[in-house]
């Protein structure tokens, strides 16, 4: 493990396990199972405060009791992604916007694949809601964590989002 991953958390939840990981200040990482696997399945729990706490405001949003986070998280990456990420992290609980209108938001509206390349890799999803970013046609078009689009399906209704197939 890596100093940005020096504290790990696993914790079950409806869209399968989770993993969490810290630097001791903030959350670095947030993984979803794909096929029963984890990143880091190999490596021992060792938990703090901001992974408890984190655990903690993921199982709120699970029980339906929770519409934002407060924990703190570290966002490591390129100043655009860093730019799309903290787009995301405004996004309403139940809100969602496409590729296209987060591209205009942020002042790239021609930047499609590049936006759709940084929301993919957003490294605490759920938390930073990529899950409610859609395409320009409203359709779910992919999603990195879990079992892809199954999983964002499930966060988006969750959330009171019913899309049309």
């Not at 730019?83 to 969602?96: K, M, N, S």
């Not at 509206?109 to 809601?129: C, D, L, S, T």
Request: overall charge negative.
């Amino acid at each position: 493990m890596s100093s940005s991953t020096e504290y790990l958390l696993r914790l079950p939840s409806p869209i399968g396990r989770i993993e969490l990981t810290s630097d001791g200040e903030a959350v670095t990482s947030l993984a979803i199972e794909r096929q029963s696997r984890l990143p880091l399945d190999e490596h021992p729990e060792r938990s703090n405060a901001v992974l408890d706490t984190a655990a903690s405001q993921l199982g709120e949003y699970f029980a339906g009791e929770r519409r934002r986070f407060d924990v703190p998280v570290r966002l490591e990456g390129t100043p655009f992604r860093r730019a799309v990420w903290e787009e995301l992290a405004r996004l309403d609980f139940g809100t969602i916007t496409s590729y296209g209108e987060l591209g205009a938001m942020l002042g790239y509206p021609r930047y499609g694949r590049a936006i759709g390349g940084a929301v993919g890799a957003n490294p605490v999803p759920i938390i930073v809601g990529c899950h409610r970013v859609l395409s320009t046609s409203g359709r779910v078009t992919g999603y990195s964590g879990g079992e892809g689009i199954p999983t964002k399906l499930w966060l988006l209704e969750h959330e009171g989002i019913t899309l049309a197939a």
